[in-house]
Every structure is written in structure tokens, then in C-alpha cells.
């Protein structure tokens, strides 16, 4: 009997869905901080360091997984 690792096929909505999400956060950051003062400039800033957290994080994760 041959074991395969393999995972079964995605579909394209989980296939996208992170990166849609980032650049659905990524455009509010980006509006937040044209637009806005105080408060808005803030949660600009946070939703533009989302990206940032996630490659940190996609880069400190181990190869191979």
C-alpha cells in the first residue's frame, strides 16, 4: 500500500482567502491614514502592520511546512 503525504486539492476561495484579507486590511490602512487624524492614524498603522506580522511570522516558521 502506497501512503502519500499529500493534501487534498484547495479551492480557489481558500487559496485566496489570506491574501484577499490582507489587501482588504491593507487598503483600510491605507485610507484610514490619508483620511483620518488621532484615532484613524492609529488603526492605519495597525492595519498596515498586519502585513509585516504575517511575513514575520511566515518567515520564523520552520521550512518545509
Avoid: E, H, K, Y
Avoid at 6 to 19: K, N
Amino acid at each position: 500500500m502506497i501512503v502519500t503525504n499529500r493534501r487534498p486539492p484547495r479551492s480557489p476561495r481558500q487559496i485566496f482567502a489570506v491574501p484577499l484579507a490582507m489587501g482588504i486590511v491593507s487598503a483600510f490602512g491605507l485610507v484610514a491614514a490619508l483620511v483620518g487624524d488621532g484615532a484613524w492614524d492609529v488603526a492605519g498603522w495597525l492595519a498596515l502592520a498586519v502585513p509585516l506580522a504575517v511575513i514575520g511570522w511566515c518567515l520564523m516558521r520552520p521550512l518545509g511546512r
